[in-house]
């Protein structure tokens, strides 16, 4: 019998073994699922207290990327499915919180009218941002960073104040480090084809592609009733229960032999890393996976206050705002639950829900509960002016949570692909290190080793 090893149980780990139970000859292939902790779903957790539903990992999905609707569908749990609710969103900047202009799609402008009419850039911002409708393509056959990108076609006032706060959050990263070309491609090809990526979003911009500041579009984002937990509960109750492995740590990989940390060790026709790119190099001792070693990582925070609705008299109508790297503040952004997820929040409570993490920052998670939520407090006073203690809080600590993809980096990944393939290809690699950090990323990338490691198994089996 032929037998295929996955490592992690989070989310990637959970769909590859969905998928490849669902393929596999169970008389021909054993598989089996380690992971480390002492319960499946990585990041993933939902905590209900008092009325609340609180995620302390991600809240939700894009509904446009089809892998991760197609898992709830498989899953039974389409009927759970509510789409966020949308509204104004904001830039915090120069103590004032500054409505993101109409129609922009992930900070880039596509309205000139709503773009003239923000008080979020000065006059000269403005002008110098009317410029990008004239410029020549910056395309280049070479990556290049976002921020290098955007400062180009844009200005750097208009990076800083609007664009930086969107797609920085979103990784969490420097945008002067990070590839335009591994994060956000699209934003490329609509310059490449239209040189003007403010007439080009304008032009093909679908109905739920992901705009900041109108209140007027569909929803981009699905979670589920009872929190996204559900998803990751679910897989785990589909599988069987003799093949998932919890308090189970991998040692090293030697060869085709898996050894645990107590030190058996099995020998496996295909391994599954469903980890992000640090657990690969303490796994694996090879030439192949090396240049993963200048992949850098974030450590993130989020702090969920549950407070009473006039613990915030003044609320502006919204669903949060991002914070501009112009000020010395510790959080990068806050969603207004109760407005985004109204399901999750009981009524005549607020859930507000902040978040830490820079690139570069170092002793975020050193610090106590207290004292990080002590700093989101003082933040949260001065930029909406909270009042008083909150009901409770939640917080969540995500150590090297998030991978960089730096500039260079898809290629970077191609080598680290061929060469495993060349060297050891029994081994295939997936998570949040390489093609994606979202959940339907996740799904996929799970789904596609499966598929590898079934195909690799099988092939080896033919005659």
Not at 372 to 390: F, N, S, T, W, Y
Request: proline letters at 5%; a negative charge; charged letters at 20%.
């Amino acid at each position: 019998m032929k037998k295929i090893i996955i490592i992690g149980g989070g989310l990637t780990g959970l769909s590859a073994a969905y998928y490849l139970n669902k393929q596999v000859n169970q008389e021909e292939v054993d598989w089996q699922l380690f992971e480390a902790d002492d319960h499946f779903g990585g990041k993933f957790n939902t905590v209900v207290r008092d009325g609340f539903i609180i995620e302390k990992g991600p809240d939700s999905f894009l509904a446009r990327k089809p892998a991760g609707m197609a898992l709830v569908e498989d899953l039974g749990l389409t009927d759970q499915l509510i789409t966020n609710a949308t509204g104004k969103s904001y830039i915090y900047h120069d103590k004032a919180l500054h409505p993101i202009p109409e129609g922009s799609v992930m900070g880039i402008p596509t309205d000139i009218r709503a773009l003239l009419e923000s008080d979020l850039l000065t006059d000269d911002g403005k002008v110098r941002a009317l410029e990008e409708l004239m410029l020549e393509s910056n395309v280049t056959e070479a990556d290049q960073s976002i921020g290098d990108f955007f400062e180009y076609r844009f200005g750097k006032e208009m990076v800083v104040r609007l664009i930086e706060p969107l797609l920085a959050g979103i990784y969490a990263g420097n945008i002067y480090e990070m590839s335009l070309r591994a994060t956000f491609p699209q934003f490329e090809n609509t310059a490449k084809q239209h040189r003007s990526l403010m007439y080009g979003l304008k032009s093909h911009r679908p109905e739920t592609v992901n705009t900041t500041g109108t209140a007027k579009t569909i929803g981009a984002f699905r979670t589920l009733a009872g929190g996204l937990s559900t998803l990751t509960d679910a897989i785990v109750e589909d599988l069987p229960a003799e093949r998932l492995h919890v308090n189970t740590a991998v040692k090293c990989i030697e060869n085709t032999t898996v050894v645990l940390e107590n030190g058996e060790r099995i020998v496996a026709d295909a391994i599954i890393i469903a980890a992000t790119h640090d657990v690969v190099l303490s796994l694996l001792d090879v030439p192949a996976v090396k240049p993963l070693m200048e992949q850098p990582m974030t450590s993130l925070a989020t702090i969920s206050l549950a407070c009473n609705q006039d613990a915030v008299p003044h609320l502006p109508e919204g669903t949060g705002f991002l914070v501009a790297r112009t000020g010395d503040y510790h959080i990068t952004a806050c969603t207004w639950v109760q407005e985004k997820w109204p399901h999750m929040v009981p009524d005549g409570k607020l859930l507000l829900r902040g978040f830490l993490g820079k690139a570069g920052q170092v002793g975020l998670l050193e610090q106590t509960d207290a004292e990080m939520v002590g700093h989101v407090q003082e933040d949260l006073k001065e930029m909406i002016g909270l009042e008083g203690e909150p009901l409770f809080y939640e917080v969540s600590r995500m150590k090297e949570a998030m991978p960089q993809y730096t500039v260079g980096h898809q290629e970077r990944l191609e080598t680290v692909e061929h060469d495993l393939k060349q060297q050891h290809p029994n081994i295939f690699l997936a998570g949040m290190s390489y093609r994606g950090v979202g959940i339907p990323d996740c799904i996929q990338a799970g789904r596609t080793a499966a598929n590898g490691a079934n195909q690799f198994v099988m092939k080896v089996n033919q005659p």
